[in-house]
């Protein structure tokens, strides 16, 4: 199993106070020495992470870059400039917090903007939710990989196995018994399972992520048709405690 550090929340914490500290570079030499790749987001408003951000980590960092970005015609091109090693096209809201579900795969342009990543040479990721038609849709795209929305799963097993639900961080439709948390846990682990098989029977490459943490990421470490997981917030949220050299390395003791 392959780990992805998303480096996003380090520019979170810069951006906090406008200064360059601390540093998202450096937290990618960090990220390169003990993780498989290093993931960025760069959203269209510039939020966190930005294109000098991306122009450091591509010119100077050795590891495998993964670049998170919309499927619109400035994100394309700023990818096509740095070429990193792969491009996962994601959806985007303004007012969301974080990605809120899989990209649309019937978006105009999108067929041509594959092409053109792949014309130049870099891999591409399709961020999508785990059914059948979306799979499908991604194949007859020419994606190289898929990578699952775990969002659901992870907001579910945090209803399940935390205090959440007494907190204002709650989601209401997740306000259940236990009984029928664990059934809906249960559906939505085999739904994951069913959809990377279906990929990887499909030769998609098949990526996982969102909302996957220290608690809940066992389970879906053990579906062994996903063969990268790209995680953020709680590897760098676990870092304030411990720094970040452990924090990754107690995930990937987690996912072998």
């Given at each position: 199993m392959l780990l992805g550090v998303n480096i996003d929340h380090i520019a979170v914490l810069r951006e906090a106070r406008k200064v360059d500290d601390p540093q998202v570079l450096e937290a990618a030499f960090v990220a390169a020495r003990y993780a498989d790749l290093i993931t960025l987001h760069v959203r269209e408003d510039r939020r966190h992470a930005n294109e000098n951000d991306l122009k450091e980590i591509t010119t100077f960092c050795k590891s495998v870059v993964n670049l998170e970005c919309a499927n619109t015609d400035e994100m394309i091109e700023l990818a096509l400039h740095y070429k990193p090693y792969k491009v996962t096209l994601v959806p985007e809201?303004?007012?969301?917090?974080?990605?809120?579900?899989?990209?649309?795969?019937?978006?105009?342009?999108?067929?041509?903007?594959?092409?053109?990543?792949?014309?130049?040479?870099?891999?591409?990721?399709?961020?999508?939710?785990?059914?059948?038609?979306?799979?499908?849709?991604?194949?007859?795209?020419?994606?190289?990989?898929?990578?699952?929305?775990?969002?659901?799963?992870?907001?579910?097993?945090?209803?399940?196995?935390?205090?959440?639900?007494?907190?204002?961080?709650?989601?209401?439709?997740?306000?259940?018994?236990?009984?029928?948390?664990?059934?809906?846990?249960?559906?939505?682990?085999?739904?994951?399972?069913?959809?990377?098989?279906?990929?990887?029977?499909?030769?998609?490459?098949?990526?996982?992520?969102?909302?996957?943490?220290?608690?809940?990421?066992?389970?879906?470490?053990?579906?062994?048709e996903i063969k990268e997981l790209n995680i953020g917030q709680s590897i760098i949220a676990r870092s304030v405690f411990v720094g970040l050299k452990e924090a990754i390395l107690e995930m990937k003791s987690l996912i072998v």
């Open positions: 809201k303004r007012q969301e917090l974080t990605t809120e579900g899989g990209l649309n795969l019937d978006i105009k342009g999108l067929d041509s903007n594959i092409n053109k990543l792949k014309q130049a040479g870099i891999e591409v990721s399709l961020f999508i939710d785990a059914n059948e038609v979306d799979i499908s849709k991604a194949k007859l795209l020419n994606a190289d990989s898929i990578e699952l929305h775990t969002g659901v799963y992870a907001n579910l097993h945090n209803a399940l196995f935390s205090n959440i639900l007494h907190t204002s961080y709650k989601i209401k439709e997740f306000e259940l018994d236990k009984n029928s948390l664990k059934l809906k846990l249960k559906d939505e682990l085999e739904r994951l399972k069913t959809a990377a098989v279906l990929a990887q029977s499909l030769n998609l490459f098949v990526v996982a992520g969102h909302g996957l943490n220290y608690k809940n990421v066992k389970d879906i470490a053990q579906i062994k």
